[in-house]
């Protein structure tokens, strides 16, 4: 019995010392979160190529290629590569702040195509992988670009 008694009394103060215990968070001011920005605005440069899982960026001459995003919507490719866009277009994001897929309307296509779009951090550059099947191309070759967007002068 006494053991009941010790067991009623304590439970209540256990639980009063649990809630004098716990601090409630305060804090100062609302830190505010913004969410970096996804857009490609800008010239971009291939600095890797992987074919069906084999890099082959070494094997090919990939200086000459460059895609410019505009802040208009537009875009400017100078291509002589097994690339998804041969001619100039309008390109657009799936969703600005979280994008999954980017699309490219080039001029005298029959329609829109969307493609993977990974935009990632390395080395504090913003990098971006493209992965496709060149059109008319073997099925079998699947291509990932990895560009880097070029500095301003």
């Not at 609302?30 to 899982?53: A, H, M, Y």
């Not at 070494?58 to 866009?85: A, C, H, Q, W």
């Not at 493609?115 to 080395?123: G, I, M, N, S, T």
């Amino acid at each position: 019995m006494k053991k009941t008694v010790f067991i009623q009394l304590l439970f209540p103060f256990a639980l009063a010392l649990l809630f004098l215990a716990c601090d409630q968070f305060k804090d100062s001011a609302p830190q505010s979160f913004t969410e970096s920005d996804k857009s490609p605005v800008g010239s971009w440069k291939i600095v890797k190529v992987v074919r069906n899982s084999s890099n082959i960026t070494p094997l090919m001459d990939f200086s000459k290629f460059r895609i410019t995003f505009n802040e208009d919507g537009s875009y400017s490719v100078n291509n002589k590569l097994p690339f998804f866009v041969k001619k100039n277009g309008a390109w657009s994001l799936d969703d600005p702040l979280y994008p999954f897929w980017i699309s490219f309307d080039e001029q005298g296509a029959a329609e829109k195509q969307a493609y993977p779009f990974v935009y990632y951090p390395v080395a504090g550059k913003r990098s971006m992988t493209l992965t496709f099947v060149p059109a008319g191309g073997c099925v079998r070759n699947v291509y990932s670009y990895t560009f880097e967007r070029e500095e301003s002068n």
